[in-house]
């Protein structure tokens, strides 16, 4: 691959709270971004009846998704709120699902799984 930079990763979480946690979402994107997590910057969102935290995971190599995910449910766990759901926004690289899969990322899914096709060198 050539490229200036790494694969970027666009992840978000759902939990399952409508309230700010006193303003909780901001406490949680300056966790991620600026200390929390090395190569994730991220915000949070009030989204209908749930808090997002949305992500851009900068270097998936070195701070995996499954890490990501841990890191936000054990900082919910801290507010009583739980992760509902999660989503991974585009494409990514092979490898990042592969590490996601082998850490402990539950898979749901309302389509059959996918096979994975891999491009030919022409």
């Known amino acids: 691959m050539v490229g200036a930079r790494k694969p970027l990763i666009a992840y978000n979480i759902f ?14 994107g300056r966790a991620l971004s600026s200390g929390g997590l090395r190569y994730v910057k991220g915000a949070g ?3 209908a009846a ?3 935290f949305s ?3 900068t270097d998936f190599e ?3 998704i499954h890490r990501v995910f841990e890191f936000v449910k054990r900082e919910a766990a ?3 709120v739980v992760p509902v759901s999660s989503e991974i926004v585009g494409l990514i690289p ?13 898979w749901r899914t309302s389509t059959p ?4 096709k891999t491009a030919s060198p022409p």
């Open 50 to 52: 749930w808090l997002r």
């Open 55 to 57: 992500m851009n995971l």
């Open 62 to 64: 070195q701070t995996p």
């Open 113 to 116: 799984p996918l096979s994975w």
């Open 15 to 28: 939990l399952n709270t409508a309230d700010s946690l006193h303003r909780q979402e901001d406490r949680q």
């Open 94 to 106: 092979k490898l990042a699902l592969e590490q996601a899969a082998s850490g402990s990322c539950k």
């Open 45 to 47: 969102f009030l989204c």
């Open 78 to 80: 801290r507010y009583g």
